[in-house]
């Protein structure tokens, strides 16, 4: 059994910075290796993949609307992930989740079916 649970959702100001985490709660060995991603949902439209990190050598993967401003981050055994937002402008408004796999991650985001663990989402509304 798997729990994601997400956290640091909030409303900001543009131009401002959020960090979110992603805390992996589960039964199995501590240093258990784990593809983690992010996906955002604006509301009515559908949803979309953000970044994703395998946590056994830290490889990452951007999609090119998060490159440059966000960053994510995570180490083996610990079971968090961040992601780090700057530079914040009002379309990246949406709702934030993570997911997660115990495979290496996929190359695209298209397969969200990759995911058999997801989180239930936190806020992120930017203002201007």
């Known amino acids: 059994q798997v729990r994601l649970v997400e956290v640091g959702g909030s409303s900001v100001q543009a131009g401002g910075s959020l960090s979110l985490s992603c805390t992996a709660f589960?039964?199995?060995?501590?240093?258990?290796?784990?593809?983690v991603a992010w996906f955002r949902q604006a509301q009515g439209k559908k949803r979309e993949g953000v970044a994703s990190?395998?946590?056994?050598?830290?490889?990452?993967i951007y999609t090119d609307s998060a490159k440059g401003r966000f960053t994510i981050s995570g180490e083996r055994g610990k079971n968090v992930v961040y992601l780090r937002m700057a530079g914040l402008q009002v379309e990246v408004t949406a709702k934030y989740y993570c997911?997660?796999?115990?495979?290496?991650?996929?190359?695209?985001?298209?397969?969200?079916?990759?995911?058999?663990?997801w989180g239930q989402g936190t806020q992120v509304t930017v203002s201007s």
């Open positions: 990190i395998y946590t056994d050598d830290g490889s990452t």
């Open positions: 997911a997660m796999t115990w495979l290496r991650c996929p190359t695209t985001f298209d397969y969200e079916s990759s995911f058999g663990y």
């Open positions: 589960h039964q199995y060995r501590p240093d258990s290796v784990m593809c």
